[in-house]
């Protein structure tokens, strides 16, 4: 949207500049590169900030949860954690591949 608002305020300058309709034509398409250009770069480093501080906050949230887990452990709570990570139970059969 910026880049067409763009495109038309230089298309009515070059106009108004007394330019031709081809020059005027490519100034404002120019315009509208360089603007959509520039919105885009502005958009792609909120998004790449905004993700870096998400990330953050789940490393810090993922190293607070294993700070308490590792405190609970030391305090000989670990069976009250209710993410304790139970590991898989090998079956107890006899037969083929054991």
Same mark, same amino acid.
């Given at each position: 949207?910026? =880049?067409?608002?763009?495109?038309?305020?230089? =298309? %009515?300058?070059?106009?108004?500049?007394?330019?031709?309709? *081809?020059?005027?034509?490519?100034?404002?398409?120019?315009?509208?590169?360089?603007?959509?250009?520039?919105?885009?770069?502005? %958009? *792609?480093?909120?998004?790449? #900030?905004?993700?870096?501080?998400? =990330?953050?906050?789940? *490393?810090? #949230?993922?190293?607070?949860?294993? *700070?308490?887990?590792?405190?609970?452990?030391?305090?000989?709570?670990? =069976?009250?954690?209710?993410? #304790?990570?139970?590991?898989?139970?090998?079956?107890?059969?006899?037969?083929?591949?054991?």
């Amino acid at each position: 949207m910026a =880049g067409i608002a763009a495109m038309v305020l230089t =298309g %009515i300058l070059g106009n108004s500049m007394g330019l031709n309709n *081809t020059a005027a034509f490519m100034s404002s398409c120019v315009a509208f590169v360089a603007v959509s250009m520039w919105m885009d770069s502005r %958009i *792609t480093t909120r998004r790449r #900030r905004d993700s870096a501080r998400d =990330g953050a906050r789940a *490393t810090s #949230r993922e190293r607070a949860q294993e *700070t308490e887990a590792d405190g609970a452990a030391a305090a000989g709570d670990a =069976g009250s954690a209710p993410d #304790r990570q139970f590991e898989a139970e090998q079956p107890k059969r006899e037969g083929r591949g054991s």
